[in-house]
Structures are given as C-alpha cells and as structure tokens.
C-alpha cells in the first residue's frame, strides 16, 4: 500500500510539473515562439495616409502569424505623449517598439539606450543614431511621386497642377519632389505651384491651400500626409482630379480620385522580426521601394483613366522596378 501511495505521488508530482511548464509557456510570448509589436504613431489607424499604412502592414504580419500581437498607440500628434508610450512598451517587455513619426527621433534617441535588450525602429529616416538596437526605414516615396506626376500631366486641361505638401521633412518631402519632377518630364511648360502648410495634421490650412491652388489654375492635385483629407475635400466639391499616396485614397473622393501610391511596409518589418529573433536588435536601415514590392500603385477601378495614360504609369512603374 505504501509502494502505490509513493507511485501515486510521484505521478502527481510530474502532472504538476507539466503543467506549470505548459502554463509558463502559455504566459510568455518568448516562450512559445511569440513575437510582440507595438507602434506609436501620430494620427487615426484608419487615417488613410501614414498611420494606417503602418497598421495595416502589422495587423497582415499578425493574420499571416509572423508576429503574435500588435499593440498600436494612434493619435500622438504630442511629441512627449509619443515619448511616454514608447517607454513604456519598452518597460512592458514588447520585442520590437515602433515610433512611426520622423518627429520622434528626439525621444527615442534618448530612450533606446536604457531599454539595450529591446529593439526599436523608427522613420522615416535614415538615422539609427549609432545605436545597435535602433532600425530606421524610409519609403522611395518619390518613385511613386514622379510616376503619378507624369500621369498628372498628361491630364491636365489647364497645365498647372498643384501640390499640397506638410513639413519639408522625410517621406513628405521626396514625394513633392518627386510628383512635381514626374509633371515637368511630362510637360516641361507646366506650372506645379507647392503649398507647404507646416503641419502633417491640420485640416483646415490643408483645405486652404487646395483651395489656393485652384484658385491659380490648378486642375488636377496632390498632396501628402494625413491632413489631405481637407484638401481632397476640396477637390471634390470643385471637380478637381487627385493623386493620393501613404494608403489608397480612392474612399474619400472616389469621383475624383485617379490613383494612390500605397506604402506596403510588410516586406521589412518582416525582416526585422527575422532579425530580432536572431539575435541582430538594430543597426539598419530599410527602403521600400517599387523594386521590392514596398511601392504599389493602387488605381481606382471606378474612375475612368484613358488607357494610354495608364500606360505611362505602368511604364515608368517599370523603369524604377528595372533599375532596381
């Protein structure tokens, strides 16, 4: 009797056993194979524009199973309140912390380094500050640019077509660079007059400007970050054409709106996982491009595009995939 009572201890020695290490795995990501990401970003996840570019490229790598949850922050248009929430992912234990906002760098500059075990990435930028556990990635935002440009002049009735840009920084920057470029190789006597209203968020000077522009003669528009909702608004009510990029625009306005170039960030925020997971926490910088699928044009089938404008963009789409 006492041989099966000792037989019976140990067997529920080893049941308990087995069952606090199945629930230790269960209670930890890096147990069981998980991955976790969080992203603090400026504006709406569902903005259109730069936010939900990063969002829905995260919640795809969580629905394909490459990372195990997505912890997003939105709204942080605050540069301190942005600085809060990314130091206090870090301090919850996430694996990869995003601060997706070229004006977050200040911050994380100061953060990454007390935080040397968790990696953080940031853009667009081309800056990971020396840092091992810092990745910086930017968007060739200007191939996509000169590409709707060039389609831009070719539709154009009046040859002027105007741009309404934010803050002359990163990704913002190279796609009024790049759209005006694409208008001028078209048709080198257009007017591209530019708008800057210094702000990424502001609605109301956006609309101004769009407003402005139309008012000089502009019949076809661009612009970019997340404040083009009061531009497209604009843009609508006047029957102005519109060219949108960072996420596909066609909702917003889908009688004027001809075509958006869409950041697809999934390709190297996968190989950032890659990375992690294997040891490497930071130290590159990541471009997306058309070359690498980062870029796609996303034509709105319910706007009638002359095929032979069309073709100028597949043509210069192209190009930029052939020279890499």
Same mark, same amino acid.
């Given at each position: 009797?006492?041989?099966?009572?000792?037989?019976?201890?140990?067997?529920?020695?080893?049941?308990?056993?087995?069952?606090?290490?199945?629930?230790?795995s269960d209670?930890?990501?890096?147990?069981?194979?998980?991955?976790?990401?969080?992203?603090? &970003?400026? !504006?709406?996840? %569902?903005?259109?524009?730069?936010?939900?570019? =990063?969002?829905?490229?995260?919640? /795809? #790598?969580?629905? *394909?199973?490459?990372?195990?949850?997505?912890?997003?922050?939105?709204?942080?248009?605050?540069?301190?309140?942005?600085?809060?929430?990314?130091?206090?992912?870090?301090?919850?234990?996430?694996?990869?912390?995003?601060?997706?906002?070229?004006?977050?760098?200040?911050?994380?500059?100061?953060?990454?380094?007390?935080?040397?075990?968790?990696?953080?990435?940031?853009?667009?930028?081309?800056?990971?500050?020396?840092?091992?556990?810092?990745?910086?990635?930017?968007?060739?935002?200007?191939?996509?640019?000169?590409?709707?440009?060039?389609?831009?002049? &070719?539709? !154009?009735?009046? %040859?002027?077509?105007?741009?309404?840009?934010? =803050?002359?920084?990163?990704?913002? /920057? #190279?796609?009024? *660079?790049?759209?005006k470029?694409g208008?001028?190789?078209?048709?080198?006597?257009?007017?591209?007059?530019?708008?800057?209203?210094?702000?990424?968020?502001?609605?109301?000077?956006?609309?101004?400007?769009?407003?402005?522009?139309?008012?000089?003669?502009?019949?076809?528009?661009?612009?970019?970050?997340?404040?083009?909702?009061?531009?497209?608004?604009?843009?609508?009510t006047?029957?102005?054409l519109?060219?949108?990029?960072?996420?596909?625009?066609?909702?917003?306005?889908?009688?004027?709106?001809?075509?958006?170039?869409?950041?697809?960030?999934e390709?190297?925020?996968?190989?950032?996982?890659?990375?992690?997971?294997?040891?490497?926490?930071?130290?590159?910088?990541?471009v997306?491009?058309?070359?690498?699928?980062?870029?796609?044009?996303?034509?709105?089938?319910?706007?009638?595009?002359?095929?032979?404008?069309?073709?100028?963009?597949?043509?210069?789409?192209?190009?930029?995939?052939?020279?890499?």
């Open positions: 009797m006492k041989n099966v009572t000792t037989k019976m201890a140990i067997l529920f020695a080893v049941v308990a056993l087995i069952a606090a290490a199945c629930s230790s209670d930890s990501g890096s147990d069981d194979g998980g991955f976790r990401v969080a992203v603090v &970003a400026p !504006s709406a996840s %569902n903005d259109l524009a730069f936010t939900q570019s =990063i969002v829905d490229a995260l919640n /795809k #790598l969580e629905s *394909d199973g490459v990372v195990s949850e997505v912890a997003v922050t939105d709204g942080t248009f605050v540069v301190d309140d942005a600085a809060v929430a990314i130091r206090d992912y870090a301090s919850d234990g996430y694996d990869l912390v995003i601060a997706h906002g070229s004006q977050y760098g200040g911050p994380l500059q100061e953060i990454a380094p007390d935080f040397p075990e968790t990696s953080f990435a940031w853009g667009t930028s081309a800056d990971t500050f020396g840092l091992d556990n810092v990745y910086s990635y930017e968007a060739a935002s200007d191939e996509g640019g000169r590409v709707m440009g060039i389609m831009a002049a &070719a539709l !154009s009735q009046t %040859n002027t077509v105007g741009i309404v840009g934010p =803050i002359e920084v990163g990704d913002a /920057k #190279l796609y009024v *660079d790049g759209f470029a208008v001028l190789v078209q048709n080198p006597s257009a007017d591209v007059p530019v708008n800057y209203i210094d702000s990424f968020s502001d609605v109301a000077l956006a609309s101004e400007a769009a407003s402005s522009l139309i008012g000089a003669g502009a019949d076809v528009l661009s612009g970019t970050a997340q404040m083009v909702v009061g531009a497209v608004g604009v843009a609508k006047d029957g102005v519109w060219f949108g990029t960072q996420a596909n625009q066609t909702s917003l306005a889908p009688e004027i709106v001809v075509a958006s170039q869409v950041y697809h960030w390709g190297i925020l996968e190989e950032m996982v890659t990375n992690v997971k294997d040891g490497k926490l930071g130290g590159e910088l990541y997306i491009n058309f070359a690498n699928d980062g870029l796609v044009i996303e034509y709105n089938d319910g706007f009638d595009l002359p095929d032979d404008v069309r073709q100028l963009g597949d043509d210069a789409v192209a190009r930029f995939k052939s020279e890499g």
